[in-house]
């Protein structure tokens, strides 16, 4: 069985032993003895701990993976000059994609209304951490001190500094070479150890998804049907509508074999519901089994982790559109561009963690003037629907980095074509990246 079918049997498990549990713990004829050692000793216990220790063995590969692939990438650049169209290229599509995610987002949810017949929260409340000015935002992208932005894992200032660095690098003659020389064999060490972490990843996979859905009844996600099947519904709609039309638009390539390409991000992505944790398989997808080559996939996947957020954009817009609706409110024309524009500009200070999508939703509340209490309505389904806009991100993430490297001829056709290209992390086609195609 390949690798990527034992993770999507794990997910199928995973999901199936949480419901199970779930029912065991709200069953009244199940003892309470019962009851009490299965959420301590297994969901609690076993199923929490497998899972944070995956979690955080995908986050400790993330800040060495962007600061190392960066270098190799803006090192390899530095002397072409193309670095700059790269950069373009990469945060123009980012900005479009964000943008016509949350167009979608606004025009569905007015057109079926998941918000009428919503009845009005009484007592819920959400209090919102303050979401930093955009100023702050864009200041804080340039770092003081390279080493506490590592240690602190702020990947905008981390980006800044290793396109800085190996843009030196490149210009640093004999001395830059050795240094680039170096930092392409830690490149190579860091992608094993992404493999070696893939093969312990069903495992993982299994014990997130069966605390998670033990956790999360069935209730909740009713409750709240309309909602939810919106989202998920627009997010769907993107992520294989949008993205393969630019695609095949702009590239000639089949869709069809980025998304069967794609499964095993989709898998981590589901898992996790954290693009900055699912960073290291995506980029590996993306270089070994999509054939882009380090110089664009070192950047472009890095920064879609860090800005690229239409699967959170989506939520947002929907969410908007939902509350209004419960608290009876009118959005005109000017409101919805005002949210269209805020949620963009929000997705790019957006950080790849769970739930931070509710941050940003309060400050795209508060721009439209909607009271931010109403987050409280969306908080019991927000999980679930993290891990599929978190796909979706991913999903951007990786087109992108495609479609430029097409466009900048960084791109071996052959290895995206071959649908067995590095199965499973075993190299089959490694050999193919040196060579690449028009």
């Given amino acids: ?39 301590v000793y297994l ?47 990469t945060l123009a599509f980012y900005l479009l994609t964000t943008a016509v995610a949350i167009t979608l987002a606004l025009c569905f949810a007015s057109l079926i209304s998941p918000g009428a017949g919503v009845e009005m929260p009484g007592a819920a409340s959400f209090e919102p951490s303050e979401a930093p ?24 200032q981390i980006i800044v500094f290793a396109l800085l660095f190996g843009y030196a690098i490149s210009h640093a003659g004999e ?12 490149d190579a060490a860091i992608m094993k150890m992404v493999e070696i972490l893939m093969s312990l990843a069903p495992y993982g996979v299994y014990a997130l998804l069966s605390k998670l859905f033990s956790n999360l009844g069935i209730a909740a996600i009713l409750d709240l049907a309309a909602y939810v099947f919106t989202v998920i519904g627009v ?45 290291p398989i995506t980029l590996r997808t993306v270089e070994k089994r999509m054939g882009v080559h380090n110089s664009v996939a070192g950047f472009t996947v890095p920064l879609g982790a860090t800005i690229n957020m239409d699967g959170t954009a989506i939520m947002q817009g929907v969410a908007t559109v939902f509350i209004a609706q419960v608290y009876g409110v009118d959005l005109s024309m ?22 931070v999508g509710l941050i940003t939703l309060a400050l795209v509340l508060e721009q439209a003037g909607l009271p931010v209490e109403g987050i409280a309505l969306i908080i019991g389904v927000d999980r679930l629907l993290d891990m599929v806009r978190t796909a979706v991100n991913v999903t951007g993430d990786a087109t992108v980095a495609v479609i430029v490297g097409k466009s900048e001829k960084q791109f071996d056709q052959y290895v995206f074509e071959d649908p067995l290209a590095d199965q499973d992390g ?12 028009p």
Wanted: charged share 15%; hydrophobic share 50%.
């Fill in 426 to 437: 075993a190299g089959t086609r490694d050999e193919a990246l040196t060579t690449p195609t």
């Fill in 334 to 355: 000017g409101d919805f561009i005002t949210v269209i524009l805020t949620a963009t500009l929000a997705s790019v200070g957006t950080a790849a963690v769970p739930g």
């Fill in 1 to 39: 069985m390949t690798l990527t079918n034992r993770i999507l049997l794990a997910m199928v498990a995973g999901i199936a032993t949480g419901s199970v549990l779930n029912l065991l713990l709200n069953a009244p004829a199940v003892p309470d003895a019962l009851q009490s050692s299965i959420d």
């Fill in 43 to 89: 969901v609690d216990g076993v199923f929490d701990v497998v899972g944070r220790i995956f979690v955080a063995s995908l986050k400790l590969l993330v800040v060495p993976l962007v600061l190392v692939s960066l270098i190799c990438g803006a090192s390899s650049l530095g002397d072409s000059a193309r670095m700059g169209p790269i950069a373009g290229k």
């Fill in 175 to 186: 001395p830059g070479r050795r240094l680039a020389s170096f930092f392409r064999d830690v």
């Fill in 133 to 156: 000015p955009l100023t702050d935002v864009l200041v804080d992208i340039f770092p003081s001190n390279p080493v506490q932005a590592m240690a602190e894992g702020k990947m905008l």
């Fill in 235 to 279: 997010l769907l709609l993107h992520a294989l509508g949008v993205y393969s039309l630019l695609l095949k638009g702009l590239t000639g390539l089949s869709p069809a074999m980025m998304m069967r390409k794609m499964r095993p991000i989709w898998a981590f992505a589901f898992s996790t519901a954290s693009s900055g944790a699912t960073l």
